[in-house]
């Protein structure tokens, strides 16, 4: 088999596999609106929450030392107030902008993904758990 009809096969399966899951979850959502909005809505508040409060969220992280340093070599855990939470964030945005990393505003964004991917997973558990009983 060449290269050519690997790729076209596996891009034909990974099409087949997105329109299956495309289809159960459409069945999912017809099935089960209110648990699917119950998902959604917290996913979106907790998301939202992640976000507004990031800075605080990731100077909780930076003063346990799990996070390094700086690029100027000061260990993020010995700051305090905003240094510490801008270090924090920066340090979780793959470092400062000038030493090439996403900075503060990517650290935000992984903080608030994070907030959102928990919420999400936390209230389909829940549906879940309800389904179950139900």
Same mark, same amino acid.
């Given at each position: 088999?060449?290269?050519?009809?690997?790729?076209?096969?596996?891009?034909?399966?990974?099409?087949?596999?997105?329109?299956?899951?495309?289809?159960?979850?459409?069945?999912?959502?017809?099935?089960?609106?209110?648990?699917?909005?119950?998902?959604?809505?917290?996913?979106?508040?907790?998301?939202?929450?992640?976000?507004?409060?990031a800075?605080?969220?990731?100077?909780?992280?930076?003063?346990?030392?799990?996070l390094?340093?700086t690029?100027?070599?000061?260990?993020?855990?010995?700051?305090?107030?905003a240094?510490?939470?801008?270090?924090?964030?920066?340090?979780?945005?793959?470092? /400062?902008?000038?030493?090439?990393?996403?900075?503060?505003?990517?650290?935000?964004t992984?903080? /608030?993904?994070?907030?959102?991917?928990?919420?999400?997973?936390?209230?389909?558990?829940?549906?879940?758990?309800?389904?179950?009983?139900?």
């Amino acid at each position: 088999m060449s290269f050519f009809n690997s790729v076209f096969d596996f891009v034909g399966d990974t099409a087949k596999a997105v329109v299956d899951l495309s289809a159960t979850t459409v069945n999912i959502v017809k099935e089960h609106p209110g648990k699917v909005a119950l998902v959604c809505v917290t996913t979106v508040v907790t998301g939202g929450a992640a976000a507004a409060f990031a800075a605080p969220i990731a100077a909780a992280i930076g003063t346990t030392g799990a996070l390094g340093a700086t690029a100027s070599g000061t260990v993020i855990s010995t700051l305090k107030g905003a240094a510490l939470a801008k270090a924090s964030l920066a340090a979780l945005g793959g470092g /400062a902008v000038a030493a090439g990393g996403g900075g503060m505003a990517a650290g935000a964004t992984v903080v /608030a993904t994070t907030g959102a991917a928990l919420g999400a997973t936390a209230s389909a558990g829940v549906a879940i758990g309800i389904a179950k009983k139900n």
